[in-house]
């Protein structure tokens, strides 16, 4: 088979494509290319796995390899989160690490994600030079020296989560909170965090299902439906989710509404700005609203776009650019923090916005689109078939003047096709780099209009 890496890591289904050969395959490209770096000799490399089947068998054989290569290999001691790997590759001055997760993909995929030496993960170059060696298929060369260790990397993250919440403004405001861990790896972390400031909170799915409860380990509003139960019925503060390695977010207000990531990730951008008086820019994918631009713009600061994959945002955070960068898929990480995504991180600072601005997230939102109006967005995912896959290239090179009556006044192939239109509304499509699918993202000023664009981006690519 062809191994690829997308935008987080490459990805397959166990006993399919995901076995120990392949596992082996790529486990070896990874040593042979970091021994291409300077420094490398006894150098440092940590190996970790979320909560899916077979996750410490393969991280198991991964370190062992590993260490054969002559790498010191840390080794995490049960399920971890993505970001807690991300700053232990600092803190411990890593070359890099290999995580063996599928974030929020079915309970069927497993993936190993490869971080470089900044935290972040692989750029395109260095997962396409991966991805060469996979193909050539040489063992790395053994050498003497490598060893494992245990190694459990959660005080020194809850430590440095320290100097980037204000946790004591959470434990003076008080509040009620629920957290649904999804079966997933920010159990013992995001509960433990606020149930150690003397704050109630209660904690659902809080146990190991390699099968995920039947679903995908993804905080989307459908699959929080038990979070919003809580939240509702308990008069709670607010419902705190994360997905499957901790690093996507999902968040239910006190009324039971659902802050899709576009809107939290615009408000946070906003609050940190008021709160930290810090001037510099904000980040956003490609596919993210154009809110938190009209946020940069009410604070005079610079906006950056990128292409979808963290990656791109965590340069701009590596470099210090930006106050905040968020992607639609609930990825944010903040200034001073590691180029990766956080989900317990922004659960966090979710609710330190609460408890500051002594209002609920919707209360804020309200303020917010008074001074910058308000934008409705979403996405929807088209299968990709043999069909549409043949005509999907030629689709995405056309240049039409308009679409479904709607003059078009731009386009922007930074990743996918981005349609802008005369009324500031626009349209996305691009091959989903996780899945099997084409992704059609949307936004307008109200629902009603957003409906109408996501059903014209799917006609438009299906050719109806």
Same mark, same amino acid.
């Given at each position: 088979?062809?191994?690829?890496? /997308? ?7 166990? #006993? ?6 392949? !596992?082996?395959? !790529? ?19 940590? !190996? ?14 991964? #370190? ?10 840390? @080794? ?17 001055? $890593? ?17 190993? +994600? @490869? ?25 790395? &060369? ?8 245990? @190694?459990?990397?959660?005080? $020194? ?5 320290? *100097?980037?919440?204000?946790?004591? $403004?959470?434990?003076?405001? /008080? ?17 433990? %965090? ?15 299902? &390699? ?24 008069? %709670? ?19 039971? *509404? @659902? ?7 615009? %408000? ?19 596919? *993210? ?6 946020? $940069?713009?009410?604070?005079? !600061?610079?906006?950056? =776009? ?7 945002? /965590? ?7 930006? &106050? ?27 609710? =330190? ?20 109006? +308000? %934008? ?18 030629? +689709? ?27 009324? /500031? ?40």
């Amino acid at each position: 088979m062809d191994i690829r890496f /997308g935008t987080s890591g490459w990805r397959a289904v166990i #006993a399919d494509e995901f076995t120990f050969e392949n !596992v082996r395959k !790529v486990v070896n490209a990874i040593c042979s290319y970091l021994k291409t770096q300077e420094g490398h000799e006894g150098g440092t490399v940590i !190996v970790g796995h979320d909560s899916r089947f077979m996750g410490e068998k393969f991280s198991e054989f991964a #370190a062992e390899l590993m260490a054969r290569s002559g790498f010191h290999v840390l @080794f995490c001691t049960g399920p971890t989160p993505t970001p807690t790997i991300s700053h232990a590759i600092r803190s411990r001055s $890593a070359l890099g690490a290999l995580n063996f997760t599928a974030s929020h993909n079915p309970p069927e995929y497993q993936g190993i +994600k @490869f971080s470089t030496a900044n935290g972040a993960p692989a750029l395109p170059e260095i997962t396409r030079a991966i991805e060469e060696l996979v193909r050539s298929d040489a063992e790395a &060369v053994a050498e003497a020296g490598g060893s494992v260790e245990a @190694f459990n990397p959660k005080e $020194a993250y809850f430590a440095d989560l320290m *100097t980037k919440v204000r946790f004591e $403004a959470l434990r003076t405001a /008080g509040g009620r909170y629920a957290y649904d861990a999804l079966w997933g790896t920010g159990r013992g972390y995001l509960n433990t %965090l606020i149930a150690d400031l003397g704050l109630e909170i209660e904690t659902i799915n809080d146990h190991r299902d &390699v099968l995920f409860g039947g679903r995908s380990p993804e905080p989307s509003e459908e699959k929080l439906f038990e979070l919003r139960e809580r939240v509702t019925s308990k008069g %709670l503060t607010l419902g705190l989710s994360t997905d499957g390695d901790a690093d996507r977010f999902g968040v239910i207000d006190a009324d039971g *509404t @659902f802050i899709t990531a576009n809107k939290l990730i615009a %408000l946070l951008a906003d609050f940190l700005i008021e709160s930290r008086g810090w001037k510099l820019g904000l980040a956003r994918s490609v596919a *993210t609203s154009h809110l938190i631009d009209r946020v $940069a713009e009410l604070h005079g !600061v610079e906006l950056h =776009e990128t292409p979808v994959g963290f990656k791109f945002i /965590g340069e701009l955070i590596n470099e210090n650019a930006i &106050v905040l960068g968020g992607e639609e898929s609930a990825g944010l990480s903040i200034r001073g923090h590691y180029p990766e995504k956080d989900g317990i991180l922004a659960c966090l600072l979710a609710a =330190e916005a609460v408890a500051e601005r002594k209002a609920s997230l919707g209360e804020q939102l309200e303020e917010l689109y008074r001074k910058t109006g +308000k %934008l409705e967005s979403e996405r929807i995912g088209v299968k990709l078939d043999e069909e549409i896959a043949a005509k999907l290239k030629t +689709k995405l090179a056309e240049d039409p003047k308009e679409i479904a009556g709607r003059r078009i006044r731009g386009v922007n192939r930074l990743d996918g096709v981005k349609f802008l239109f005369e009324d /500031g509304s626009w349209i996305l499509m691009r091959p989903s780099g996780t899945e099997p699918m084409v992704r059609i993202y949307a936004e307008s000023e109200s629902r009603e209009e957003l409906n109408e664009l996501l059903e014209a981006g799917e006609s438009y690519l299906l050719g109806h």
